[in-house]
């Protein structure tokens, strides 16, 4: 049996990781899902919030019909992937910050780590840093405020520069920092404005690529796209509706939940 493959986040950051995918998997059906009605994850509790994505993710699978599942947050996967590979019947293809390619190609051995509250501070990314990054600095910056700039950009406004600014600042405090992980999947989609917020050119590095690879990997038969892709939320709003379609997806179906 084939089936589309489904990308689920908390909101339009998933879409970070669309023209990857794409590349990799021209042919391929999406379904894009998004927990819209209680995003932002990354300032949320953690026992609510696994409780909430696997009630997400599993009606989403339902739903769907997919073959598999590729969570496009850092947030939902640095917490809850474990779960939702015990709890799920199809393979779940996670997204962690990108510390690893991060510290290969590091010159001055000090990276930037811009992510949610939630994913700075996880034993999963203290582990990431341990076994990728020990001989780097690593500068880690919760960047909250970030994701909602990255929503506003996509329901077609211009972001408000001093908010990335603001946001971005405690990682040009120190001068030899040369390669920022974009730990939350919305950050890709303000790469342009986080360059232009840095007092010096560095290195901007996101997973987009390696879940696409892994993607490919997983899925054997996807089924087919045959036009505009699907995509479900669990509330209905027309700047989403605008984000997906600028994507090729849809205007979206509410989600029934449990
Ligand atoms: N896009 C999500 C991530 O990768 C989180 C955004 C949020 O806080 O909801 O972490």
């Known amino acids: 049996m084939s089936g589309p493959i489904l990308i689920f986040d908390s909101g339009v950051g998933g879409l970070s ?6 590349r990799r998997l021209p042919d391929a059906a999406l379904v894009y899902a998004c927990d819209n009605a209680m995003m932002p994850y990354g300032t949320r509790p953690d026992e609510w919030l696994v409780k909430r994505i696997l009630s997400v993710c599993s009606a989403a699978v339902a739903a769907s019909g997919c073959k598999v599942l590729v969570v496009a ?5 640095t917490l ?15 997204t962690v910050p990108a510390i690893k390619p991060a510290a290969e190609s590091s010159q001055s051995r000090h990276i930037g780590l811009l992510a949610t509250s939630a994913t700075v501070s996880r034993p999963y990314t203290d582990r990431l840093i341990r076994d990728f990054a020990a001989d780097c600095r690593v500068t880690r910056v919760a960047a909250d ?17 001093c908010i990335i600014r603001d946001a971005t600042s405690p990682l ?18 303000l790469s342009a404005y986080i360059a232009e917020a840095a007092p010096r050119g560095v290195r901007l590095v996101d997973s987009g690529e390696a879940i696409a690879r892994r993607t490919a990997q997983v899925i054997r ?22 984000a997906l379609e600028a994507f090729g997806f849809d205007a979206p179906q509410l989600l029934p939940l449990d």
């Open 17 to 22: 990781v669309i023209a990857p995918l794409r």
């Open 73 to 77: 947050c850092n947030t939902a996967s």
């Open 80 to 94: 809850a992937l474990d779960v939702l590979r015990d709890c799920l019947a199809v393979p779940v293809v996670g």
């Open 145 to 161: 405020a970030l994701v909602g700039q990255a929503e506003r950009l996509l329901a077609g406004e211009t972001p408000d520069r």
């Open 172 to 189: 040009w405090a120190v001068g030899d920092l040369d390669t920022v992980v974009l730990g939350c999947t919305h950050f890709p989609l």
């Open 221 to 242: 038969r996807p089924a087919p796209r045959g036009g505009c892709d699907r995509s479900f939320a669990t509330a209905l709003d027309a700047r989403l509706s605008r």
